[in-house]
């Protein structure tokens, strides 16, 4: 079986920054794409970013020029680094991971218990 563990949600200030992670643990797995969704109340959730394992990587049009997503392979790691925060941005992100597990030709999709991101001043 394998788990996302997201941290380094909190609050912070408008204009503020915050680094999120994600790390995907167990064994016997091959990580596809990795991306980070969020939802906020009221609202559906929705894609932040993507990174395939290649490193190509794709935004939501609201966080482009703000937002950076990154990984670590060795490490199972997905990282989004998010500069000049705005009090939209308050959500509940979560972290996605598509898992190839070893001896199955398919993927399955894991998502993170999620970690709650607050812009206010």
């Known amino acids: 079986q394998v788990q996302l563990v997201e941290s380094g949600g909190g609050l912070v200030q408008p204009g503020g920054s915050l680094r999120l992670s994600c790390v995907a643990s167990?064994?016997?797995?091959?990580?596809?794409?990795m991306g980070w969704y969020r939802q906020a109340p009221g609202k559906q959730r929705e894609l932040v970013a993507a990174?395939?394992?290649?490193?190509?990587?794709n935004y939501a049009d609201s966080v482009k020029g703000r937002f950076t997503i990154s990984r670590d392979n060795a490490k199972n790691t997905v990282y989004l680094q998010m500069d000049t925060l705005k009090p939209e941005d308050t959500a509940v992100y979560y972290c996605?991971?598509?898992?190839?597990?070893?001896?199955?030709?398919?993927?399955?999709?894991?998502w993170g218990q999620g970690t709650q991101v607050t812009v206010s001043s």
């Open positions: 996605n991971a598509d898992i190839k597990h070893r001896g199955r030709w398919w993927a399955q999709d894991y």
């Open positions: 167990g064994s016997g797995f091959s990580i596809n794409a």
């Open positions: 990174i395939t394992s290649g490193g190509s990587t």
